[in-house]
């Protein structure tokens, strides 16, 4: 039973939630302001986390600021509708993901299976000899089984959905890989208007992996179409 931290102060919103979720097969925690979500994700040990942007104490990218520098835990952040700012900010900082407030129970359900799927550590892939066998592009190697990234000998911290995308353009190094495929692959629905989420991810890949030797890009962005990891 996946367990989920919701943090939000909104208590009939919250108890709504929470009792969908639980009727859905989630055991949920809650946390009615921004110190006692922090305290908590933390500490114990969550599937995933749902932040609500603005509550009392400190508000979720205060929160999400603080626990990506210490977890790579799943998290999902809940904005005010309208408030692209507060998605695009929450992205930059690591949310895996973004869903704008009133938000119906059912869309949110699916949002949150769809991380849990990502961030799950499949068993390692296996070749004719039972080796694990990663993907190597030069000096980056991505294990899929573990979801680890190194480049050279330092590993590179991800969360699900960086990884998920990035595993998706190593495999297909040197191919243009459209955004709607990797709307599809990454974040589990297709590529909707405006929305930005995948330029952000590509971004703090970008930011994480550096330059390759000589200072070159690593990811092309191919203007109208998506990105093109570059074969050495």
């Known amino acids: 039973m996946p367990h989920l931290l919701l943090a939000d102060d909104d208590r009939e919103l919250s108890q709504m939630l929470e009792e969908y979720l639980e009727g859905n ?135 699900s959905t960086e990884f998920s995308i990035l595993e998706l353009l190593a495999r297909e190094a040197g191919r243009v890989v459209s955004k709607g495929e990797m709307s599809e692959y990454a974040l589990a629905r297709p590529l909707s208007s405006f929305d930005r989420s995948l330029d952000m991810h590509v971004s703090n890949l970008r930011r994480k992996l550096g330059p390759v030797d000589g200072g070159g890009e690593r990811i092309k962005t191919i203007r109208g179409i998506g990105y093109q990891y570059l074969q050495p």
């Open 25 to 159: 097969g989630f055991q949920v925690d809650t946390a009615p302001d921004g110190l006692i979500a922090l305290e908590r994700a933390l500490g114990e040990e969550f599937d995933l986390i749902i932040l609500d942007v603005m509550m009392p104490g400190r508000n979720g990218l205060d929160v999400l600021r603080e626990l990506r520098a210490h977890k790579v835990t799943p998290v999902l952040i809940l904005t005010a509708r309208g408030e692209d700012v507060d998605s695009i900010i929450g992205l930059e900082l690591g949310a895996d993901d973004y869903l704008a407030k009133p938000c119906n129970p059912r869309v949110l359900e699916a949002r949150i299976r769809a991380l849990l799927r990502r961030s799950l550590v499949r068993p390692p892939d296996q070749g004719e000899a039972g080796a694990t066998q990663p993907v190597r592009i030069g000096d980056l190697m991505l294990h899929s089984g573990t979801r680890t990234v190194q480049i050279g000998e330092q590993p590179v911290i991800l969360t």
